[in-house]
């Protein structure tokens, strides 16, 4: 039932900045992790940033320095701050979010985002 709704995808130009967001539709008990993936045509899916519960980050070596990713107050939502993009980072991106309950995680619908100028 519980659905991760995302926005804020768009075409933006090189260099330009983007903050993607995924909001639960409903609670979501006992998160371990959130996180954001891309996945860009003829390429496999990637993890591009994840954060724990703890507030732990990762990112991908492509991304760092670049991209910021958060939770909210409540933790029922995630988002991806895009700073200095660059056309290689056009992808599909998707939001994550892995329960203790649900192993298998939740996904969102993805959202698109496009570099160029």
């Known amino acids: 039932q519980v659905q991760l709704v995302e926005s804020g995808g768009g075409l933006v130009q090189p260099g330009g900045s983007l903050r993607l967001s995924c909001a639960a539709s409903?609670?979501?008990?006992?998160?371990?992790?959130m996180g954001w993936y891309r996945q860009a045509p003829g390429k496999q899916r990637e993890l591009v940033a994840e954060?724990?519960?703890?507030?732990?980050?990762n990112y991908a070596d492509s991304v760092k320095g670049r991209f910021t990713i958060s939770t909210n107050n409540a933790k029922d939502a995630v988002y991806l701050q895009m700073n200095n993009l660059k056309p290689e980072d056009t992808a599909v991106y998707y939001c994550?979010?892995?329960?203790?309950?649900?192993?298998?995680?939740?996904w969102g619908q993805g959202t698109q985002v496009t570099v160029s100028s």
């Open positions: 994550n979010v892995n329960a203790l309950f649900r192993p298998q995680g939740y």
């Open positions: 409903d609670r979501i008990f006992a998160v371990n992790d």
């Open positions: 954060i724990t519960s703890g507030g732990t980050t």
